[in-house]
C-alpha cells in the first residue's frame, strides 16, 4: 500500500519519514457469513457484535485504530534507510507508541520492484527486531508486512500478533501459518499483479466488485484454515494491482465495501493514499485529527 506517513503536527520533520499511518475502521455492524453471497446482497445471519481481537488486545466495535510502520529496509519507499539501524529503527517505535500508534508494523521487504530479498534475508531483518520491540512492549500489537508463510512463521514466533499479507494469498500457505500462531490475518486485493511487480494497463469491468470478491474468498479461507474470526481483516489494498483511477474508484465507493466488511463482520483496514479524497481521508498531523475523521465519516 501505497501510505501517508503519520506523526507530530509538525510535518515538516524529516525524522517522521518513515512512519506510516494506516487506519483500521472496525464496524459496529456484525454478522456472519455462513455459505451467503453478500456480494449478490443476499441476507446473512447475525451475530453478535464482538472485538477485533489481537495479541492480547481487544478493540471495540467502531473504535478507529492507528497502525505505525517502521520499515526494516535499506531502500524504502520514502528516506531509504531511515530505519535500516536496528537501533534507530527502535528509536522510532519508542516515538511512534508515545505517539499513540494502537499497531506497529514492520516489512522487511520493499513492495518496489528491486534486488531478490531472499526468505532467509527476510527473516534476519525481521525477526530480531520484533524480539526487541516485543521485549520493550509486551501488550503492543505488532503486525508483519509479508507474503511469505515462512517469514510469517518465524515473525509469529518472535511475537508478532497480525500477518499483513500484502500480496493476496500469493503464498496460499499464509493462513494456515497465522492460524498456527494464533495470529490475526490481513485479507488483500492485488488482481492479476504478482509481488513486486508495478501494475500494468490492469483492467477491471467493476474494480470494487472483484475486490470484494477477493477479499471475502480470502477471509473465508482464512476461516476454514482457522484464523480467528474476529482476528481477521479485509483491505482493499489502494494502487497494488490498480492505477491511480482505479484506486480513486475504490476511494469513491468505501462506503459499499464497508458495507461488505460489516455483513462479514471484518474489519475493514484503510490505507492513506498520496491522494486524499475529501470525506473518507484527509491528511492528519496527529491521533486526535485520525480519530475525529474517521468517527465523522463512519
Request: aromatic share 6%; glycine share 8%; charged share 20%.
Amino acid at each position: 500500500m501505497n501510505c501517508l506517513r503519520s506523526g507530530k503536527p509538525d510535518r515538516a520533520d524529516p525524522a517522521q519519514a518513515n512512519t506510516v499511518a494506516r487506519l483500521f475502521a472496525y464496524s459496529p455492524v456484525d454478522s456472519l457469513i455462513m455459505g451467503t453471497d453478500v456480494a449478490a446482497g443476499t441476507d446473512a445471519p447475525t451475530r453478535t457484535p464482538g472485538p477485533l481481537r489481537l495479541g492480547t488486545r481487544e478493540f471495540a466495535p467502531g473504535q478507529p485504530l492507528v497502525m505505525a510502520i517502521v520499515n526494516r529496509t535499506p531502500d524504502s519507499f520514502y528516506r531509504p534507510g531511515l530505519t535500516w539501524d536496528s537501533d534507530a529503527a527502535l528509536d522510532r517505535v519508542h516515538a511512534v507508541v508515545a505517539e499513540g500508534a494502537d499497531i506497529l508494523d514492520i516489512g522487511g521487504v520493499p513492495a518496489k520492484p528491486g534486488p531478490e530479498v531472499t526468505v532467509a534475508e527476510e527473516i534476519r531483518r525481521v525477526v530480531p527486531f520484533i524480539e526487541r520491540v516485543r521485549a520493550a512492549y509486551p501488550d503492543l500489537v505488532i503486525s508483519v508486512d509479508t507474503w511469505r508463510s515462512e517469514p510469517a512463521r518465524a515473525m509469529c514466533a518472535a511475537g508478532a500478533n497480525l500477518v499483513n499479507d500484502t500480496w493476496s494469498a500469493w503464498d496460499t500457505g499464509l493462513a494456515e501459518a497465522a492460524a498456527e500462531a494464533g495470529a490475526g490475518l490481513v485479507c488483500s486485493h492485488v488482481g492479476p499483479q504478482t509481488p513486486r511487480t508495478r501494475p500494468h494497463r490492469l483492467a477491471y469491468s467493476d474494480v470494487l466488485a472483484d475486490v470484494r470478491a477477493r477479499v471475502l474468498l480470502l477471509a473465508r479461507r482464512a476461516l476454514d484454515a482457522g484464523v480467528d474470526h474476529d482476528s481477521i481483516v479485509i483491505d482493499p489494498t489502494h494502487d497494488f494491482g490498480k492505477n491511480t483511477w482505479q484506486s480513486l474508484e475504490l476511494t469513491r465507493r468505501l462506503g459499499e465495501l464497508a458495507a461488505t466488511a460489516m455483513s462479514g463482520s471484518w474489519p475493514d483496514q484503510v490505507s492513506l493514499m498520496r491522494f486524499a479524497p475529501a470525506a473518507h481521508i484527509a491528511l492528519a498531523g496527529s491521533r486526535r485529527q485520525v480519530s475525529t475523521l474517521i468517527t465523522r465519516s463512519g
